[in-house]
């Protein structure tokens, strides 16, 4: 290979592994799947237990929209908006302790559960009403 293409092959690469570090990350600290069938779907795990602040990726592995919407927070409400049919949103949520119920807009029997900095020995598993 000649010298020329060498030291400039250089400069690009050396960009490019730049991007990488600029980049924001896309990991989360737990994910949270919505499956099941339209008629049944449900947050799997259905119980997550996580630290103040985590992030939290909701992936949508059925065919109709959901949310993730937080039903017992009195203050710092969070919401997921819109998760799409295969999309896989990302909330960070309050750094606020306890136990927060969540479900979609669009299903009342679609709930989840998420203790964040607690035990799950102090906290029954979600129910639907």
Request: no cysteine; net charge positive; glycine share 6%.
């Given at each position: 290979m000649p010298r020329?293409?060498?030291?400039?092959?250089f400069p690009a690469a050396i960009a490019f592994a730049a991007?990488?570090?600029?980049?924001?990350?896309?990991?989360?600290?737990?994910?949270?799947?919505?499956?099941?069938?339209i008629?049944?779907?449900?947050?799997?795990?259905?119980?997550?237990?996580v630290k103040p602040g985590a992030r939290i990726?909701?992936?949508n592995d059925t065919r109709a929209t959901q949310t993730a919407t937080c039903l017992t927070c009195s203050a710092n409400r969070w919401d997921s908006g819109d998760v799409q049919p295969g999309q896989t949103v990302f909330l960070t949520i309050p750094p606020a302790r306890g136990t927060f119920d969540y479900g979609s807009r669009y299903d009342v029997n679609l709930i989840g559960?998420?203790?964040?900095?607690?035990?799950?020995?102090?906290?029954?598993?979600?129910s639907a009403s």
């Open positions: 020329w293409i060498r030291y400039s092959l991007l990488f570090i600029v980049l924001p990350q896309t990991g989360a600290d737990v994910t949270i799947k919505i499956v099941g069938p008629t049944a779907p449900r947050f799997q795990p259905a119980v997550a237990s990726a909701f992936e559960r998420l203790l964040v900095g607690v035990s799950a020995e102090t906290s029954p598993s979600p």
